[in-house]
């Protein structure tokens, strides 16, 4: 199966910048498309931003021009870039992942890390 591990996520002040990563290990024969989500205490998980293989990434409104998504296709990592943090910002941070692997295709998941935004 496929595997995705993230990294990155902290505590920083409001203003502040942090940049996660998460890499998707297994017998991957290719990515579609690799996303960014979060979910704050008490809300429902929301996408933060959607990257295809080829194409145009797309954000939420609530982080656009304050958050970069980028991935490196050969190494099956996707990045987020964020700046300007709020601590409206403050959630866990999952990454996703579809494609097809060696058993099939495949949607798999992170298993979270945690950003903090102080005031």
């Known amino acids: 199966q496929v595997q995705l591990v993230e990294s990155g996520g902290e505590l920083v002040q409001a203003g502040g910048s942090l940049r996660l990563s998460c890499a998707a290990s297994g017998i991957i024969f290719s990515i579609n498309a690799m996303g960014w989500y979060r979910q704050a205490p008490g809300k429902q998980r929301e996408l933060v931003a959607l990257?295809?293989?080829?194409?145009?990434?797309n954000y939420a409104d609530s982080v656009k021009g304050r958050f970069t998504i980028s991935r490196d296709n050969a190494k099956n990592t996707v990045f987020l870039q964020m700046n300007s943090l709020k601590p409206e910002d403050t959630a866990v941070y999952y990454c996703?992942?579809?494609?097809?692997?060696?058993?099939?295709?495949?949607?798999?998941w992170g298993q979270g890390t945690q950003v903090t935004v102080s005031s």
């Open positions: 996703n992942a579809r494609g097809r692997a060696l058993y099939g295709d495949f949607d798999s």
């Open positions: 990257i295809p293989r080829i194409g145009i990434a």
